[in-house]
């Protein structure tokens, strides 16, 4: 299926709103019960929100969605899901619904987008981090509870993305005229870990490689490595840095952070 033949736009039916409950479970693995359901969609919709899907044949195979919020005074968005159909993953179709989002936004004169994500998703981060432009200033423990699914019931650790749409970098990027934000393994900088974190204008903060399958493969050590990735990553927020990048090496992904 060519990148062409997808359509972007608003979801329109309720038929249409249904069908993001077998999304969300392909997607996520979910159970019936801890999918978001349609009507709470169409509500948050027509509340001010955004629900917009990728369409392949007229129907529907990934969507974005997001519930109106306020921030500093200002009308702003809370990107809350996107979901893609496991075998059109991998295709540019997570961009292009959140570019959409960002134009549609932009039309309202709404210049800031939050949302939160699994550190440890690796296609996420280069996602958020390398494709949007969008930053990463903070993570919030176990924001849900336990979730089963694809996260094996471990806590839901989640960073706190600020996509700014106004941004010069998030408009490049926009155009696919950004330069990437993935380097190459470098010796120079110095990595975070939880009993030596280095104070340097740049640190590295290495994530395990693997995820979400080693949730279920190796549950203690994704455990384990949770909690230190947390420590180490709120103490990097507290001291002023913020995620601008990724590294990838031998010994496996990493966070760039920048002292702001």
Request: aromatic residues 8%.
């Amino acid at each position: 299926m060519s990148k062409e033949s997808i359509v972007i736009r608003e979801l329109r039916t309720p038929e249409e709103f249904r069908a993001t409950e077998e999304i969300s479970k392909a997607a996520w693995r979910f159970s019936d019960r801890a999918v978001p359901p349609a009507a709470d969609l169409v509500a948050a919709t027509r509340a001010g929100g955004l629900t917009a899907g990728a369409f392949a044949r007229k129907q529907l195979v990934a969507f974005v969605h997001s519930i109106p919020r306020v921030n500093l005074g200002q009308p702003a968005q809370h990107s809350h899901l996107l979901a893609v159909q496991p075998s059109l993953q991998g295709l540019g179709i997570s961009a292009r619904l959140k570019f959409f989002q960002r134009s549609w936004c932009l039309e309202r004169r709404i210049r800031l987008v939050t949302w939160t994500y699994d550190p440890f998703l690796l296609r996420n981060a280069r996602l958020n981090v390398g494709r949007l432009r969008a930053t990463v200033r903070g993570l919030v423990p176990n924001l849900y509870g336990p979730l089963g699914g694809i996260y094996g019931g471990l806590p839901t650790d989640r960073f706190e993305v600020t996509w700014r749409l106004d941004d010069p970098i998030v408009e490049l990027a926009a155009r696919g005229e950004a330069l990437p934000t993935h380097a190459p393994e470098d010796d120079q900088v110095p990595v975070a870990r939880p009993l030596s974190i280095p104070d340097a204008p740049r640190v590295a903060l290495p994530f395990p490689a693997g995820a979400p399958g080693i949730y279920r493969t190796d549950p203690a050590g994704s455990l384990r490595a949770r909690k230190a990735f947390g420590k180490v990553a709120r103490t990097l927020f507290d001291r002023g840095y913020e995620v601008t990048g990724l590294m990838m090496g031998e010994a496996g992904p990493a966070y760039l952070l920048d002292r702001r």
